[in-house]
């Protein structure tokens, strides 16, 4: 279980920031009290546009950033009170993850399974399980540098698995993957979500979220506008599909705003 609640989160921008956004403000508020659940045995997706505050949240989530105020609760326990018991409990996937190219698949994965403590058995069925789901198995004593780009990313997300966490956090799931390996990642978030794991994403793309998610929250301008099922959305805005729905909401948030 994720447990946000009226968490914001504001940046300093540098004189180049703001040059590039074409704006006078020292400071860019990225999140403003964004409130919302992500239930064991269910994927949430935090579906908007580029720049709308997704990232910002996942990493609060994840530790790697504070929110100004706010809490978050995962599986129990406090992202601000106690950081290293979260970063037991969950994993933060990102396309944008690099391994090291002068090791193999066989002494990453080891090496970041003992980073979590794990003992050689525990990390031998851990691997047995991760490897030959995304097909690493014979390229196990290959170096990183001799990969594909695919396979090194699968082998990322393997690593990043290792402790068979409860709660996974993916920010563009499918974002610049090749379509093989994009499709063994979705495969596998809803493998883990029939485990009866906490699976929360980001996606600007339509058709992920709806393929994918069994709740979604809009994020539009650092903001949760709507919140809810597919079909609540669609109903909600009378939209033919998600697409539709999104830009209903995204205008009436706008106009709103101005």
Known sequence: MIEVKNISKTFKLSKKQRTLDGTKNKFKIAVENITFKAKPGEIYGLLGPNGAGKTTVLRCIATLIKPDKGSIIVDGSSVLEDSREVRSKLCLLTNELKVDPNFTAEYL??????????NDSE??????????????????????????SGMKQKLSIAISLVHDPKVIIFDEPTNGLDVITARAVTDYLKKLRGEGKTVIISTHIMTVAEKLCDRIGLIIEGGIAAEGTLNELLEKTGAADLDDAFFSIYKKTRENVS
């Open 109 to 118: 994965f080891g090496f970041f399974g003992r980073l979590y403590g794990m």
């Open 123 to 148: 990390i031998l069925k851990r691997k047995k399980i991760l490897f030959e789901e995304f097909g690493i198995d014979e390229f196990a004593d290959v170096k990183t540098s001799d990969m594909s």
